[in-house]
């Protein structure tokens, strides 16, 4: 208590302490007065000391510093406005370095941080099924319910199931469609831009009337934003249904899913015909679930009672429930929901940004030693009238804070800028502003705080002691860039080729002219049998299409995202991840896959199995594999029957390329997916296959997608990856670069009188060329080498991420350290030039 | 300075400006609560006060007695109101608190004690 009394005195003090210290001042006068009316000596003595005793006396408040700080900020203002040039380069040279950090941190902050603007978004989890060695992010229906009955830490759950291919009214495209359970908008609060949106009792219900709510794009696309659009009936799938509403302009969904239109999720069966994505069958299914934790129950704790109705689950489906399965729940009030495999990008993309940022230190940290080395004669004058070695770091320091301050904002406006151009090519959410919240200005603060001890601290220190005339600092200062420039250039190198690579390298297969056509005969409730007969009567009126030289069925589709299955195995000692298909045997010529050895599948055979090269050579190093049975991810008794040449089929980042292939069998027929192979371009086939399979069966709406357009999007991350890594790349070796012309054209400034006495006495241009330039060769060395050394480092983890970056790419790190040594070499000639047309009797003169 | 524990107070001294030897520093705080004691003064006044009654062995210099001062005020062990000197100038009169006077007693109790150990300590050693 009188602690308190005490700080709240001591704050009281801060906010008076102009008319404090006049009471004190005349008090201490007075003290003066009488002491002299004594005609006590001493005091008059001390007289001079009468402004430094008041100081002491005042600084029992501890407010001292904030006068003094502003004494060193006002001083610091007034230096970096006499020298505006200095200023501005270190500001903008710092408004980069911060700025690509704050860009880098909004991304993060707004995918993962920010909070959805939806209701209470701290409660929303996502529940996604996990064992120990399986995951799904999928659930059926009716576990769902299940967990939705039974849950008591949960105040809601929420069920969402995305589609593609939805055929509206007549339209020729597909449009896309989420189902969702009616409670989905009511849990977010989200508000409709017209009309209602969906409500559990009414679109629940069963009988319900078929309803849709439209998105606002589509709704402004198709229907000019029509107004009295709420009562209108459309055709989806050509099912009768009644618009009820329109979702908000900037919506805020639940993962990120951004449909043309939503349905209710209890309707599916009627929207897409034989749909048996309701059916109580087993605990895998189709539906993304979302729960709510109710009030005061923690994620630990809904998790714990989730596992025990997983082991009830487990009772009614013995099957179906995996050993140890459980439930995990992640913050899902987010853009998106935080995985551990996103850990290792974010912190590698953390690295490369504040690797700028150490460059743009660097650099400044040069310039400053530079600027105090013109300071000399200043802060000698100051120490002379009895400024401390402390006071004078102080003010340096605070000069270095300001300037980082001013970066700060500079790069807070830069970073503003970027992520704005950014979002508008990125189709980012409408919710998402670039406007920085707390968290991006107190990380753009921290970040500028971390760059003022980076660059301020080591020459402040060296000028506060006057010792800036060694070279030792500012050739560290130099190798540092050095090596953070060539890091990033190779890095940049590095990944440019891997993008070549994905870009221009054969993936394994050919994709040009292929078009894939899922008829989405499993959704609409085919049986085996059933789908059997329509893919075999597909296929026959299909080769039948001038122009498609053969037509191929696999299970999983080439560069595709739905129904991709792995097996993860361990073989000889490594984890590999292998893709098994399940095909026809015309599949490899479709795909252009040759078969290195053994033969293709028989007509109907059953236990023979083709694997991929790569999964030869991992398997059986050095042996023969045909006739080999257990094939990795095989079944008992399936013997191995020919040699696949090495894919990409699934993943464009996938190096191993193992993949397993079955023969389709009867059972695998739902779910297959129709390859056909053009001689010419497939561009104009979408129609043609379309009107097939609408006079086989008018119910159906077929996915066509052209492989060469997943192709582009499969490889365009890389792209754009590389793209941005290089032109940071570029950043900072233009930053490093004009670091070396600064210092290169400082040192020949100062050297003027030595390189004038050389010339007079007869050294050759070169040899003054040498004398000037030694100082600098071992900090580019030691640059380099450091540089080098760190992009192999780094190399190694860029592997894990993207396919294609090699480890030791000779032509990646030449062409780098030629680009830097370029430059570097550049930026040291032009100002050292000014040393060889030196007037050699004028610069003598001069000094 | 005005630790509530008395260790050693001799050697707890401001650093940039060390007083006169005769005054430990310590010590002023204790004085000044003292002579506060027989009613309120101002600064000047508790500066004669203590030369006088130390026979002028001790001299309380400004560059001690004011930031004492503030400290005490800080402290809430006093208060100050502007009053009228003797020369008829304005000036700030120091008032005890009842919560000054509950650390007078502690620091005397304190001062007492050590004065005590360090005197056996002198007697014996």
């Given amino acids: 208590m009188e602690k308190l009394m005490e700080i709240l005195r001591r704050l009281g003090y801060l906010f008076t302490r102009n008319s404090r210290r006049q009471e004190l001042e005349s008090e201490m006068d007075f003290h003066r007065e009488m002491s002299e009316r004594a005609g006590r000596p001493e005091v008059r003595r001390k007289f001079g000391n009468a402004e430094r005793l008041k100081e002491q006396a005042r600084e029992a408040w501890g407010w001292t510093w904030i006068d003094r700080l502003g004494q060193d900020l006002s001083y610091a203002a007034r230096t970096l406005r006499r020298s505006p040039g200095f200023s501005l380069t270190a500001i903008l040279v710092l408004a980069v370095g911060i700025g690509v950090n704050v860009t880098a941190f909004s991304l993060f902050n707004m995918m993962v941080l920010q909070f959805l603007p939806v209701r209470d978004p701290q409660s929303i989890v996502r529940l996604q099924r996990r064992s120990p060695d399986a995951s799904t992010n999928t659930i059926s229906y009716s576990s769902m319910i299940f967990y939705r009955d039974h849950a008591n830490s949960l105040s809601a759950v929420m069920g969402t199931m995305g589609t593609g291919g939805q055929r509206f009214e007549n339209d020729g495209q597909p449009v896309s469609a989420s189902f969702i359970t009616g409670n989905y908008f009511s849990e977010l609060g989200t508000r409709p831009a017209t009309g209602r949106l969906f409500d559990p009792a009414l679109d629940d219900a069963s009988g319900a009337p078929p309803v849709v709510v439209l998105s606002y794009a589509f709704w402004q696309r198709r229907f000019g934003g029509d107004p009295g659009i709420a009562g209108k009936v459309v055709h989806i799938n050509g099912k009768p249904a009644t618009v009820v509403g329109v979702t908000p302009y900037a919506l805020a969904s639940l993962g990120g899913a951004h449909p043309d239109l939503w349905l209710p999720l209890s309707q599916t069966p009627y929207f897409v015909e034989g749909s048996t994505a309701l059916a109580p069958t087993s605990s895998s299914g189709p539906v993304e679930m979302w729960g709510r934790l109710a009030p005061g129950v923690s994620a630990k704790a809904a998790e714990g009672e989730l596992r025990q109705l997983t082991d009830q689950l487990r009772k009614q ?29 974010m912190s590698a993309i953390g690295g490369l940004v504040f690797l700028i940022l150490a460059v743009a230190c660097a650099n400044l940290g040069g310039l400053l030693l530079a600027r105090g080395v013109a300071r000399e004669h200043e802060i000698g004058i100051r120490v002379a009238i009895g400024a401390g070695r402390g006071r004078i770091f102080r003010q340096l320091f605070t000069e270095s804070l300001l300037l980082s301050t001013l970066g700060s904002v500079a790069g807070l406006i830069l970073g503003y800028v970027t992520l704005r151009i950014t979002m508008a090519n990125a189709n980012a959410p409408l919710w998402m502003t670039a406007t920085p919240d707390w968290r991006v200005i107190a990380f753009t603060f921290a970040v500028g705080l971390v760059a003022a001890a980076l660059f301020g601290f080591a020459p402040a220190w060296q000028i506060a002691r006057q010792r800036h005339r060694r070279t030792i600092v500012r050739q560290t200062l130099l190798a540092a860039q050095i090596a953070a ?17 994905a870009l221009y390298a054969s993936p394994g297969f050919g994709y040009e002219q292929v078009v894939a056509v899922d008829l989405g005969q499993g959704s609409h409730g085919y049986k085996p049998a059933e789908a059997r007969s329509l893919l075999e009567q597909f296929r026959t009126r299909a080769q039948a299409i001038p122009g498609v030289t053969s037509v191929a069925l696999t299970s999983m589709q080439p560069l595709g995202h739905i129904r991709v299955s792995t097996i993860s195995n361990t073989i000889n000692g490594h984890l590999v991840r292998i893709f098994p298909f399940s095909v026809t045997p015309e599949f490899f010529s479709t795909m252009r896959v040759p078969l290195l050895r053994g033969r293709n599948f028989l007509p109907g055979e059953e236990h023979a199995v083709i694997i991929s090269d790569s999964l030869a050579r991992k398997q059986w190093p050095g042996e023969d594999p045909l006739g080999k049975q257990d094939a990795s991810g095989s079944g008992p008794g399936d013997v191995v029957v020919g040699i696949a040449a090495n894919a990409r089929l699934m993943d464009m980042e996938d190096g191993d390329t193992v993949q397993l292939y079955h023969a389709a069998k009867e059972a695998d027929m739902t779910d297959l997916t129709v390859l056909v192979r053009t001689a010419g371009s497939p561009d ?21 997608r052209l492989l060469k357009g997943e192709f582009n999007s499969a490889t365009q991350s890389a792209a754009n990856i590389a793209a941005v890594i290089t032109a940071l790349g570029f950043v900072a070796v233009i930053l490093a670069g004009l670091g070396i012309l600064g210092l290169v054209a ?28 030694r100082q600098f060769s071992w900090p580019v060395l030691v640059g380099l080498a450091v540089g080098t050394g760190a992009a192999a480092f780094a190399s190694q983890i860029l592997r894990r991420l993207l396919y294609g970056v090699s ?28 040393a060889l047309r030196l007037d050699v009797a004028r610069a003598l003169h001069q000094e | 300075m005005f630790r509530h524990r008395y260790s050693m107070p001799m050697f707890d001294m401001p650093k940039d400006d060390m007083p006169k030897p005769g005054m430990p520093s310590g010590a002023l705080g204790l004085l000044i609560l003292r002579v506060l004691q027989s009613g309120p003064m101002h600064g000047y006044a508790i500066a004669q006060r203590i030369h006088v009654l130390s026979s002028e062995v001790l001299d309380v210099e400004e560059g001690s007695l004011y930031p004492a001062l503030q400290k005490i005020l800080l402290k809430g062990w006093a208060t100050a109101e502007w009053g009228i000197s003797e020369t008829n100038r304005k000036v700030r009169f120091y008032r005890l608190t009842p919560q000054g006077e509950r650390q007078l007693e502690n620091e005397l109790r304190d001062y007492d004690r050590v004065t005590q150990a360090i005197q056996s300590v002198l007697r014996t050693a």
């Fill in chain 1, 746 to 773: 400082y040192s020949v400034s100062q050297r003027t009188r030595e390189i004038a006495i050389r010339l007079a006495l007869g050294a050759s241009r070169a040899q003054v060329l040498r004398a000037v330039l």
């Fill in chain 1, 684 to 704: 104009g086939l979408t129609p043609a296959l379309r009107a097939l399979s609408q006079s086989l069966d008018p119910k159906l709406f077929p996915e066509v």
């Fill in chain 1, 485 to 501: 420039s060539s890091l990033l250039l190779i890095v940049a190198g590095l990944l440019v080729r891997a993008a070549q690579h």
């Fill in chain 1, 317 to 345: 489906y013995p099957k179906d429930v995996w050993e140890n399965e459980y439930i995990r729940s992640d913050p899902g009030g987010h853009d998106q929901i935080m995985q551990p495999d996103m850990v290792l990008v």
């Fill in chain 1, 807 to 834: 480890n030791l790419d000779p032509l990646s790190y030449a062409s780098a350290i030629a680009v830097l040594l370029a430059i570097f070499a550049l930026a040291a000639l032009l100002p050292a030039r000014r």
